[in-house]
């Protein structure tokens, strides 16, 4: 009895237990009790209940942390959502860089500079007064659809009078973007003028037309001499169109051959289109 009492206290770990001592007590009064088999048994549902126990605890102790869990990730404001930046959108108009420069105006008028008195920008959902443009050759007329004017800048050059050259010379260009079949009807009604222009009148210069001048995709040239002598002074005038922008350019410069000044503001006004046309924002 002594070995299975060390053998069984050392196994369970319990030798102190006091259901271990009864069954010992009962075992040395009564021989016929089968001590070892009573103490198997009683080990065996002692480990049972701690298993449960464990199991349990475990439970109790699992659902302490989920349900918490739970209600945290319920409790957590969701991550702002993030809409990726649009840049603002460029209004439409004809800013300064669609314009000639110096360089290219100094190609057919020599040592001109720029003249601010001639500079001006007109957007008519901003200006409408100034919507109604100018329209012509050799008159101004008011154009009959100002409301397909969208913006329009002009630009101004000059070189002042000398004895030889007894009167300023200039370069004037205007730009105009249009929407809804504006700029064919710009042109258009500039050739339907340059009849007029043609014919002599009392006491005005005598205008020659080309109404196909070959620049863009329509155009209109008109000229004129109004200061006579061995060192004329021509005013030659070009309405072309390009798509939705018109370029209206007028150069008053001395020149003795006529028709290759003609050719030369022609030219430019090819030039100014096409810059125009890159440089327009729609």
């Known amino acids: 009895?002594?070995?299975?009492?060390?053998?069984?206290g050392h196994d369970d770990g319990c030798g102190d237990d006091p259901v271990a001592g009864a069954l010992r007590a009962l075992g040395s009064s009564d021989p016929g009790v089968d001590v070892v088999a009573l103490s198997a048994a009683a080990r065996g549902r002692s480990r049972?209940?701690?298993?449960?126990?464990?199991?349990?605890?475990?439970?109790?102790?699992?659902?302490?942390?989920?349900?918490?869990?739970?209600?945290?990730?319920?409790?957590?404001?969701?991550?702002?959502v993030r809409t990726p930046a649009v840049?603002?959108?460029?209004?439409?108009?004809?800013?300064?860089?669609?314009?000639?420069?110096?360089?290219?105006?100094?190609?057919?008028?020599?040592?001109?500079?720029?003249?601010p008195a001639l500079a001006a920008a007109v957007q008519p959902e901003v200006e409408p007064a100034a919507s109604s443009p100018a329209v012509g050759l050799c008159r101004d007329d008011v154009f009959g659809l100002p409301a397909t004017v969208v913006a329009a800048r002009s630009a101004g050059w000059y070189v002042e009078s000398t004895v030889v050259q007894p009167l300023r010379q200039s370069v004037g260009e205007r730009v105009l973007l249009f929407r809804d079949g504006g700029a064919r009807e710009f042109v258009l009604q500039?050739?339907?003028?340059?009849?007029?222009?043609?014919?002599?009148?009392?006491?005005?210069?005598?205008?020659?037309?080309?109404p196909g001048s070959g620049?863009?995709?329509?155009?209109?040239?008109?000229?004129?001499?109004?200061?006579?002598?061995?060192?004329?002074?021509?005013?030659?005038?070009?309405?072309?169109?390009?798509?939705?922008?018109?370029v209206d350019l007028t150069a008053e410069v001395f020149a003795a051959d006529e028709?290759?000044?003609?050719?030369?503001?022609?030219?430019?006004?090819?030039?100014a289109l096409a810059r125009a046309g890159a440089g327009v924002t729609r």
Request: glycine share 10%; charged share 20%.
């Open 48 to 80: 049972a209940v701690r298993r449960r126990r464990r199991t349990v605890a475990g439970a109790v102790a699992a659902v302490a942390v989920v349900v918490p869990l739970g209600l945290s990730q319920w409790s957590v404001a969701p991550p702002p």
């Open 190 to 210: 500039a050739r339907e003028q340059a009849g007029g222009c043609a014919a002599d009148a009392p006491g005005s210069a005598t205008w020659r037309v080309r």
């Open 259 to 271: 028709s290759a000044l003609v050719q030369r503001v022609q030219a430019l006004a090819g030039e």
């Open 87 to 115: 840049a603002p959108q460029q209004a439409a108009g004809v800013p300064p860089e669609a314009l000639l420069d110096d360089a290219a105006v100094r190609e057919l008028l020599p040592s001109a500079v720029a003249d």
């Open 1 to 8: 009895m002594d070995g299975y009492q060390h053998g069984e």
């Open 215 to 246: 620049v863009g995709d329509d155009s209109v040239t008109g000229w004129t001499t109004p200061f006579e002598g061995q060192n004329p002074q021509h005013r030659v005038r070009v309405v072309a169109r390009e798509g939705d922008v018109v």
